[in-house]
């Protein structure tokens, strides 16, 4: 092929501006945290008395004129506002003092607060009380711990005095994992732009360049599958609660290349690496050298006494305890789970909550979701089932009702339609149920992008393994798409399912941990 053809030419031309973008967003990305931030701007700031220096004369009528210290008064507008991404609690403030933020007005001082808020955002209004922090002395206002979610804002019309239109105007404060900053100011009803010029731009850059690539690319009919392809037919099994991932990386798979052909047949972690394990035996057996082509992924390392088995770290799974609602409890202890998990807690008041029944919904013993369970939380197996409904209880000899079930969609299900209902799920599954919700565990919140970040200890994670029989061949399918998985397009897939990718600078990290 032509080195200098015209796609090629295009082709360098976006990866060199793909780089140099990358760079500037990484550059852009450790300057300006982007998860938790308070953004303040100065709406408006006019002049009230004739003898404002920085301001134009004016025309007064009533307590304008009639009330003292209001020839040289001043009237800010001044808009608070959550910009970032995340909502931001009371406990988010870092502030030493009962307030969260405190804004200088130099050269002024202050006469009169009063906060406005939008109209669908009610709540906030009751934070705003002397017992919160909220109050003035001389240029300083005091402002609460308001808690904001994303792109809530309140506005403070502040009068002042002793000073000239334009003074400085600062808001200080801290936000644990975010900032307090500045916007451009505005009038206001303006709002800030969604993106700054230079991200304009390089976007139209870059989509100019690659609609060109792809224009010059769909018009050759020369067009070759992606490097590393692999033919055959590959088996993908073991864990229940990775299996959506493994059906969409395979399906990208399959339409990369032509040739390939994999199912994805799960059924549970520790059957589906005892499965390879008996098919490498019997292809030893029967005189076969190499690796059956099957693929085994498994919550957390293999069982004892499988050496032939050789592991592949893929991803970091995050897990959830899961309550009907019913229940209304949002955190428990781990001593309260292994109480629960130990038959001890038959009524849910005896924790604090309502008036109901203990039901505990299990997965079963392949359950890799239940193994990192017992081994991460419980420290410990699980007591003897005595349901088979999840409703009766068929062993009288037993305090509490567990029951036992397949999938991680039988258990959210069961849990939500079972007043009384404990269970457990893989993270990004529970998210999306209705009727239940997600307990924190000794404080800390089930979260992925704060364990990718080094932030939360959250206890109920493991490491997702893919094990092949003996290592196989380079250019096999099952080698083929390992790679795939693990560091080709299969990590945007795995990122896109709430698992965090093992093969990147944060995964790499946590995926060394034992």
């Not at 899961?322 to 005896?350: F, K």
């Not at 924790?351 to 081994?375: C, E, I, K, M, Y």
């Not at 299900?413 to 079972?418: C, F, H, K, P, Y």
Request: hydrophobic letters at 35%; one cysteine or more; charged letters at 25%.
């Amino acid at each position: 092929m032509e080195l200098l053809s015209a796609e090629n030419v295009v082709a360098v031309g976006t990866a060199v501006l793909g780089i140099v973008a990358s760079g500037v967003m990484v550059w852009y990305e450790r300057r300006t945290p982007r998860r938790k931030r308070i953004g303040y701007r100065v709406q408006m700031d006019n002049p009230i008395g004739d003898d404002v220096r920085l301001g134009r004369a004016n025309v007064r009528l009533g307590l304008f004129d009639e009330a003292p210290d209001m020839t040289d008064a001043t009237l800010v507008l001044l808009r608070i506002e959550n910009d970032g991404s995340q909502g931001i609690d009371r406990d988010d403030y870092t502030s030493p003092e009962v307030h969260g933020l405190t804004a200088v007005f130099t050269d002024r001082t202050i006469r009169g607060v009063s906060v406005t808020e939008p109209s669908d955002t009610d709540h906030l209004m009751g934070h705003f009380t002397p017992a919160r922090g909220f109050g003035y002395d001389g240029n300083t206002l005091r402002i609460p711990r308001v808690p904001l979610n994303p792109h809530d804002h309140f506005k403070l019309l502040v009068l002042l005095s002793g000073g000239d239109v334009g003074s400085e105007i600062r808001l200080s404060g801290g936000i644990r994992d975010g900032v307090v900053h500045p916007n451009r100011s505005a009038t206001p009803d303006d709002k800030p732009p969604l993106f700054s010029r230079a991200a304009r731009l390089i976007t139209i850059m870059l989509t100019v360049s690659v609609l060109t690539l792809a224009t010059l690319v769909v018009t050759r009919d020369d067009a070759r599958p992606p490097i590393g392809c692999a033919t055959g037919d590959l088996t993908l099994t073991g864990s229940t609660a990775f299996a959506p991932v493994l059906r969409e990386v395979a399906e990208k798979y399959e339409g990369d290349c032509e040739g390939a052909a994999i199912e994805v047949d799960p059924h549970g972690s520790t059957a589906g690496v005892r499965e390879l394990a008996a098919a490498g035996a019997e292809q030893g057996e029967q005189g076969t050298k190499g690796s059956p082509p099957i693929v085994a992924l498994s919550d957390g390392p293999k069982p004892s006494g499988l050496p032939e088995l050789r592991e592949n770290r893929v991803a970091v799974s995050v897990f959830a305890l899961v309550v009907n609602d019913e229940v209304g409890l949002t955190n428990l202890s781990t001593e309260d789970v292994r109480r629960l998990y130990r038959g001890e807690i038959t009524n849910w008041r005896q924790l604090g909550g309502p008036n109901l029944r203990v039901h505990l919904v299990s997965r079963d013993a392949n359950s890799g979701t239940r193994q990192v369970f017992q081994r991460r939380v419980l420290g410990r197996g699980e007591i003897a089932n005595s349901s088979v409904d999840c409703v009766h209880k068929d062993d009288p000899t037993l305090d509490v009702i567990r029951c036992e079930l397949d999938s991680t969609e039988q258990v959210l299900t069961t849990v939500a339609e079972l007043p009384g209902a404990i269970g457990y799920s893989e993270l990004n599954a529970a998210d999306d149920a209705k009727g239940l919700h997600l307990l924190k565990l000794d404080g800390h919140t089930p979260s992925v992008d704060a364990i990718e970040h080094g932030t939360n200890p959250y206890p109920y994670r493991e490491i997702e393994y893919a094990y092949t029989y003996g290592r196989p061949p380079a250019d096999s399918l099952a080698s083929s798409f390992l790679t795939y998985l693990a560091r080709g397009n299969g990590q945007d897939v795995i990122r896109t399912h709430g698992h965090i990718p093992c093969w990147t600078p944060e995964g790499l990290e946590l995926c060394a941990e034992d």
